[in-house]
Nanobody
Framework: QVQLVESGGGLVQAGGSLRLSCAAS????????MGWFRQAPGEEREFVAS????????DYVDSVKGRFTISRDNAKNTVYLQMNSLKPEDTAVYSC????????????????WGQGTQVTVSS
């Protein structure tokens, strides 16, 4: 069965950095586009970033462009989200997701999800 396990969340001050990791198993990782999404309390799940099979193409929500970087290591079945210049509005539970196809910004297009990791940015 497919498993996605996130790690790297935590509490950080505004302006700080965190690196999230998502380790995948039970799927042909190199044939899956990967995405990061976030959900703050009382809010809908929001697209953050996605990356294509080979990592050639990436996509970001406007609010994180220039601050966040998504990358992947297909040899390690792992996708990363480097988050710099964090802001209090970045506070949310961050989840990774896998899709056996092209990148997408829509959560409904992703078949597998991790349980998420909490990111809290203090002001």
């Amino acid at each position: 069965q497919v498993q996605l396990v996130e790690s790297g969340g935590g509490l950080v001050q505004a302006g700080g950095s965190l690196r999230l990791s998502c380790a995948a198993s039970g799927l042909i990782f190199s044939r899956n586009a990967m995405g990061w999404f976030r959900q703050a309390p009382g809010e809908e799940r929001e697209f953050v970033a996605s990356i294509s099979w080979l990592g050639i193409s990436t996509d970001y929500v406007d609010s994180v462009k220039g601050r966040f970087t998504i990358s992947r290591d297909n040899a390690k079945n792992t996708v990363y989200l480097q988050m710099n210049s964090l802001k209090p509005e970045d506070t949310a539970v961050y989840s990774c997701a896998a899709r056996g196809g092209e990148m997408s910004q829509f959560p409904s297009d992703y078949a597998a999800w991790g349980q998420g990791t909490q990111v809290t940015v203090s002001s």
